[in-house]
């Protein structure tokens, strides 16, 4: 098994351009989420799906899009890239939505907004 | 509402010293609680939960956490510090939410 993962690694982008970063898995889990990671805040939320076609926001929704058309695959979209995106982004997914599940990370995808 | 608390984002020992890294939470139900670590460049990985069974939780690489419902606690422990447990570790609490919610971490540094 691959796991979670991400692509891409890394990616500049100009403000006001869009892009979407994706994530995958091959663990058939259930529950998949996006985190951003900024220095000294930890991780927050984004948005999570419970499973195919169900998405909900979490902490820090605002300028992204998500959507669920399979198990696998969880695309995260910035509609307008801004400064304020500049962060590290990791996918994450686990075998069910029960907040006691263990959490699979993927490796990271660093974005730089200019 | 769910909330973490970690005491100190920096945390320097010696190789071979005890290292504690600190975590409070604040749930409204009893709390799942985990230390995920996180090394230079890549994703987290979990060290160790507590989901209500035994409080005294033990993970990888020699760590261990005390879940003290009483002080509302979950710190991390390891009796001797290896260079390779320098990273950052991150506690996070799960509870109603189908999320977890995670403390800013704490850097941990082991000096040889």
């Known amino acids: 098994n691959a796991g979670v993962t991400q692509t891409p690694k890394f990616q500049v982008l100009k403000t006001g351009q869009s892009m979407t970063l994706q994530c995958a898995q091959d663990?058939?889990?259930?529950?998949m989420s996006w985190y951003r990671q900024d220095p000294g805040m930890g991780l927050r939320l984004i948005h999570y799906?419970?499973?195919?076609?169900?998405?909900d926001q979490g902490e820090v929704p605002n300028g992204y899009n998500v959507s669920r058309s399979t198990t696998e695959d969880f695309p995260l979209r910035l509609l307008s890239a801004a400064p304020s995106q500049t962060s590290v982004y990791f996918c994450?997914?686990?075998?069910?939505?029960?907040?006691?599940?263990?959490?699979?990370f993927g490796p990271g995808t660093r974005l730089l907004v200019l | 509402a769910q909330s973490v608390t970690q005491l100190g984002s920096h945390v320097s020992v010696s190789e071979g010293a005890l290292v504690l890294l600190r975590c409070n939470y604040s749930?409204?139900?009893?709390?799942?609680l985990f230390w995920y670590v996180q090394y230079p460049n890549q994703g987290l990985q979990l060290l160790l939960k507590?989901?209500?069974?035994?409080?005294l939780v033990k993970g990888i690489n020699g760590f261990e956490a005390e879940f003290k419902k009483s002080e509302t606690s979950f710190h991390l422990t390891k009796p001797s510090a290896h260079m390779s447990d320098a990273a950052e570790y991150f506690c996070?609490?799960?509870?109603?939410?189908?999320?977890?919610?995670f403390g800013s971490g704490t850097q941990l540094t082991v000096l040889p």
């Open positions: 994450a997914s686990s075998y069910s939505k029960l907040s006691q599940e263990t959490q699979y």
């Open positions: 663990m058939n889990h259930e529950y």
């Open positions: 799906s419970v499973g195919a076609g169900i998405t």
């Open positions: 749930s409204s139900v009893p709390p799942y």
């Open positions: 507590y989901t209500s069974a035994a409080t």
């Open positions: 996070a609490v799960g509870g109603s939410a189908r999320q977890l919610t």
